[in-house]
Each structure stands twice: as structure tokens, then as C-alpha cells.
Antibody, heavy 122, light 112 residues
């Protein structure tokens, strides 16, 4: 059974860097058949896919255009987790952030973390 | 504005059948990409309910079914139960977005 456990601070000031970690159990961040995603949810933007990392003989990253200049998703093979960094946050980045796994070419998100509410406020 | 369009709300009485629509375009559903559905109960993460248009993960009751045609998809829930009250989201891949998964705006199901 795959489990994803999120951790990270929930309150940031504008211009700071959002950093969240998603610890994986029951699978490997280096899996050749999985990809590791970050998604956020807010009342104004709904569910918004942010980016993912995956390993297919080498590491790949894909990012949403809306955050591409500010985001980094990185694997940590020694800890079997992956992380999200979002730079220069603004109040509009306030949301619940989820990590999730997708497998198969159809891109379904079959396991999700518990979610972390991140509030950006001065 | 979500890439996939869902009605904001639907309702039905216990035992009834309801459907939730998900309208897309030629860059997502219309391009043949699979549609997935998620159920989100209050305060929890979305849960995969239907994948690849009409497949149920293990443990999902057969009261839930999915359909896809042309540029749209739908989720049907038969024999409505009180515990089905939740928000439902559709999701697909969209070739006009970088790398990316497109979501619907969500439909709140109220069991009367």
C-alpha cells in the first residue's frame, strides 16, 4: 500500500520560499513507472497541477506554465521523498497543497498525500 | 476558469441515479486522452473513483460508472446514498498545457 506523508510550514510571508516535502512509503521515488506530482487547491483556482518529477533512465521535470519561473520539484533518493519549492510567494499562492503519485500513461493520480494548508500573509 | 467544465452542483434523492458532466475540447478529451474522476469528502484529499474513462479501482462500488464520448465525459452514480455527498472532479491530460493535467472545477453532489 502506497502512502504519501507531507510535511512543511503552513504560514509564510510574501516573497518567502514555500518548501514542502512528501515522504513515500510502499514505492520508490526512483520507480520507472511512477511520477511524483504537486497539486494545489484553492477556492479561486480550484485544483491546479503544479509540476512533477520522474525517473526514466534519467530524471525529468515538468512544470505548469503558470508557476514555471518560480517552481522546483526535486527527488531525494536517499530519503525516498520529493520536495516542492515555490519562490517569491504572494497571497494568491495561499492554498492546500497536495502531493500525489501518477502511474501509467493515462496520468491518473492514484495516491495522494493528506494535504498541507499554506497561508501567505504579511 | 478550469480547462474542463463541470456543473457547479447536482442533487438527487437516496436511491436515485445522477450524472455529472465534464465538457472538454479537442486538446484534451477530444484528442482521445483518458478521463479520470475523483471524489473529495470534506477536509480530505481527492480519491480516485474512475480511471481511463470507465474503470473502477479496487474497492469502488459498481454504483459508480464513467462514460466518454467526443469531447465530453460523464460520471453516473446509481442508487444514491447519503455517504455519496461530496465534490466530484474530472481530470484529463491537455496537450495545450505543459506536461499537464487539467481538472474540472468540481461538482457538489447533494443527497436530498
Amino acid at each position: 500500500q502506497v502512502q504519501l506523508q507531507q510535511s512543511g510550514p503552513g504560514l509564510l510571508k510574501p516573497s518567502q520560499t514555500l518548501s514542502l516535502t512528501c515522504a513515500i512509503s510502499g514505492d520508490s521515488v526512483s520507480s520507472n513507472s511512477a511520477a511524483w506530482n504537486w497539486i494545489r487547491q484553492s477556492p479561486s483556482r480550484g485544483l491546479e497541477w503544479l509540476g512533477r518529477t520522474y525517473y526514466r533512465s534519467k530524471w525529468y521535470n515538468e512544470y505548469a506554465v503558470s508557476v514555471k519561473s518560480r517552481i522546483s520539484v526535486n527527488p531525494d533518493t536517499s530519503q525516498n521523498h520529493f520536495s516542492l519549492q515555490l519562490n517569491s510567494v504572494i497571497p494568491e499562492d495561499t492554498a492546500v497543497y497536495y502531493c500525489a503519485r501518477d502511474t501509467s500513461v493515462d496520468g491518473r493520480l492514484d495516491y495522494w498525500g493528506q494535504g498541507t494548508l499554506v497561508t501567505v500573509s504579511s | 476558469q478550469s480547462v474542463l467544465t463541470q456543473p457547479p452542483s447536482v442533487s438527487g434523492a437516496p436511491g436515485q441515479r445522477v450524472t455529472i458532466s465534464c465538457s472538454g475540447s479537442s486538446s484534451n478529451i477530444g484528442a482521445g486522452y483518458g478521463v479520470h474522476w475523483y471524489q473529495q469528502l470534506p477536509g480530505t484529499a481527492p480519491k480516485l473513483l474512475i480511471y481511463g474513462n470507465n474503470n473502477r479501482p479496487s474497492g469502488v462500488p459498481d454504483r459508480f460508472s464513467g462514460f466518454r464520448s467526443a469531447t465530453s465525459a460523464s460520471l453516473a452514480i446509481a442508487g444514491l446514498q447519503a455517504e455519496d455527498e461530496a465534490v466530484y472532479y474530472c481530470q484529463s491530460y491537455d496537450s495545450s498545457l505543459s506536461g499537464s493535467k487539467a481538472f474540472g472545477g468540481g461538482t457538489k453532489l447533494t443527497v436530498l
